[in-house]
């Protein structure tokens, strides 16, 4: 593995708290990040020794090289922070969509672009985008966007940084993320047309997420991880 930190933006909260856990356990060092300092300074208090957190907005870009000035050599990158922009077109508002097109777009590339002279030739990241790329739900319009955007992002990384090596992960509802919890329609109605009749869990996810990270021959794939839900 490379030398210095795993840095997990957007790993406050959800499948970023989970992969943080992970390289933690694992005796790495570890960064995450969330919009607010002191939240994302507790929350690496608890994770345990040797995780910083650190506050800033992936959709005010401009903050980003002052916020992460204090890191390190980077090791591993993961892009997995998200605010939801439920937007039909029916009844479509800008300020929410341009906040997650910018927070997606811009805002993980300009953490690339930030952290690219901390990084060596055997370092990797992984964003995250999501099925919604690939089958809309009502009011997914940016989400939906941003995620196609971020399946075509990695491959312009991939080429102009090379040899750091860049992938996707996209998900399917993930079971037991924090952001499901309460929605057990959803979550059946899902299971229902999953093959595997089960959903993929933040274990599953974090599982694949080292994956991509780790195996030096995975560069500029998009991998979708969903029991096989789109098949059905
Ligand atoms: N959960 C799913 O079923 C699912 C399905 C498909 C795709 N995904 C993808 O997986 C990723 C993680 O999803 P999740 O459900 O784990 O998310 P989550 O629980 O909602 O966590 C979102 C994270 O993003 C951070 N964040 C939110 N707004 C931010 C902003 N403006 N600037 C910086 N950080 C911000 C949050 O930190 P603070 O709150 O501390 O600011 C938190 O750490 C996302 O990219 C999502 O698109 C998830």
Known sequence: MPEGSVVVVGGTGGIGREIARH???QGRHVVITGRDTDRAAAIAAEIGDGVTGIGFDLSDPHSIDEALS?????????LVGIARDNNPMHDYTIEDAVALAV???????????ALTDRMSDDSAVVLFGGRAKDRPYPGSTTVTTVNGGVSSLIRTLAIQLAPIRFNALHPGIVG????????????????ARTPTKRLATMADVVGATAFLLENPAMNGENLHIDGGWMLM
């Open 176 to 191: 037991d993320s924090p952001y499901w919890a309460g929605n057990q329609a959803a979550l059946d109605a899902t299971i």
């Open 23 to 25: 390289y933690h356990s």
């Open 70 to 78: 204090d890191i390190g050599p980077v090791a591993y990158l993961v």
């Open 103 to 113: 927070m997606k777009l811009v805002g993980y590339t300009k953490v690339v672009h």
